[in-house]
Antibody, heavy 122, light 106 residues
């Protein structure tokens, strides 16, 4: 079945780095744009980043621009989010999500990963 | 950026009752609006896209409507599994979400 399985996450000190991964199965991963969405504890949803189906274009939310990067390996069906210069306010559950389309961040999310917790604390 | 405002913040209802959730956009998003359901400890689940189209496997009791700046999600005859958080999301530019409506058992 269509599935996104996340790994990584954990506790990191402010200023540190962390990478989370998202393994896709059950669909043609290389045909779809992928997103990261986060949710701070007790808060709502915030879109974080998008990568085009072929990895050529990437877009980031203002709150993470310049600190987070995103990549994908279409040969392995894996999506990555590299988080650098982490701050306390980055503490959240991070979800990978499949976009309905492939080319544009203007998208809705029809499949979600299970989420992975990232805690930034000293 | 289109800001989405959801109301009410909390809806207290009994199983079998009907729920009407509102999502208002600060500027027109045409029909580029989706609705999600989220339960504690779970990822969101897509319910409605393009304002009124049900996602695969979503029961017919979930109905989305509206266009431009005013949207509604109606759940007719609430089932026990329908209680939870609901978010709207627009996708005219970068995606943004509303603050959510909690549907709780009265």
């Amino acid at each position: 079945q269509v599935q996104l399985v996340q790994s990584g996450g954990g506790v990191v000190q402010p200023g540190g780095s962390l990478r989370v991964s998202c393994a896709a199965s059950g669909f043609a991963f290389s045909n779809y744009g992928m997103h990261w969405v986060r949710q701070a504890p007790g808060r709502g949803l915030e879109w974080v980043a998008f990568i085009r189906h072929d990895g050529t274009n990437k877009y980031f939310g203002d709150s993470v621009q310049g600190r987070f990067t995103m990549s994908r390996d279409n040969s392995k069906n894996i999506l990555y989010l590299q988080m650098n210069s982490l701050r306390a306010e980055d503490t959240a559950v991070y979800y990978c999500a499949k976009g309905y389309g492939g080319y544009d961040m203007r998208d809705y999310f029809d499949v979600w990963g299970q989420g992975t917790m990232v805690t930034v604390s000293s | 950026e289109s800001v989405l405002t959801q109301s009410p913040a909390t809806l207290s209802l009994s199983p079998g009752e009907s729920a009407t959730l509102s999502c208002r956009a600060s500027e027109s998003v045409s029909s580029y609006l989706a609705w999600y359901q989220q339960k504690p400890g779970q990822a969101p689940r897509l319910l409605i896209y393009d304002a009124s189209n049900r996602a695969t496997g979503i029961p017919a009791r979930f109905r989305g409507g509206g266009s431009g700046t005013d949207f509604t999600l109606t759940i007719s005859s609430l089932e026990p599994e329908d209680f939870g958080l609901y978010y709207c999301q627009q996708y005219t530019r970068w995606p943004t979400f509303g603050g959510g409506t909690k549907v709780e058992v009265k």
